[in-house]
């Protein structure tokens, strides 16, 4: 099931738009905003997992509030609703799914929600776990296997995953959020570019003034990961 984020301080389009959306027998919440303010403190509080934001808002406008939205929610689906033609190229700063002009083409907003739920189910599908501690990863000519306790940690290096098994290396392009949440419990989401294996650390030392660097058992020395300060008060607790 999805949720959906209208924020627009237009009330009409609000209404509409809430109308049409609901028709979508996927759709779960629909959450509402009148500015961009709103719309961040809607998606530190809740799972949405797309937005159809106004770009020329009070306090604070949709670029804005899109860029911070997708600092707290990577996975985040953002369509660009706006009367002003002018703002198209900076929407796509943000990588927004899509732009529509108003007044609004809703058979556009309809075939939007359809392709972001069937690709989204997709990828879920691609990259699922199928027991407890086992893990697929998929590749051009199949399917990785993985044991979930042989992991050390998993790593964000460009726009792809590196999962750190041992001193071996696998790819997916799913992202950090969609994988953690297919992992266990063992597992910590230590910075923002790192997952680690709580229970594969051999050691963690400083690194520099923010973070500790962490070395893991039975690997090279060089295959490690990274943990905040905040996080690492988390595991002296």
Not at 90 to 108: G, H, M, T, W
């Amino acid at each position: 099931m999805f949720n959906v984020l209208i924020c627009d301080d237009d009330i009409y389009t609000v209404r509409v738009l809430k109308k049409v959306i609901e028709e979508n027998e996927e759709i779960n919440e629909i959450f509402l905003a009148s500015n961009g303010e709103e719309a961040v403190e809607l998606v530190k509080n809740n799972d949405i997992h797309l937005a159809f934001m106004d770009v020329d808002m009070p306090i604070m406008d949709g670029l804005e509030a899109s860029k911070i939205m997708l600092s707290i929610n990577e996975d985040l689906k953002i369509v660009f609703i706006t009367a002003y033609r002018d703002y198209a190229c900076d929407s796509y700063e943000v990588k927004a799914v899509d732009y529509i002009l108003k007044p609004i083409d809703f058979s556009r907003v309809k075939s939007n929600m359809e392709r972001i739920i069937a690709l989204t189910t997709e990828a879920k599908q691609e990259n699922t776990l199928i027991s407890n501690d086992l893990l697929i990863i998929k590749e051009k000519q199949g399917y990785n296997l993985i044991n979930m306790s042989e992991i050390n940690y998993i790593e964000k290096e460009h726009n792809q995953l590196v999962v750190n098994v041992m001193d071996k290396k696998y790819y997916t392009n799913v992202t950090l959020s969609e994988m953690e949440k297919k992992l266990t419990s063992n597992f910590l989401r230590t910075h923002k570019s790192y997952i680690v294996n709580l229970k594969n650390i051999q050691r963690i030392e400083p690194y520099g003034d923010t973070s500790f660097i962490i070395y893991f058992k039975n690997t090279h020395e060089l295959s490690n990961a990274l943990i905040t300060k905040e996080k690492m008060k988390l595991l002296q607790l």
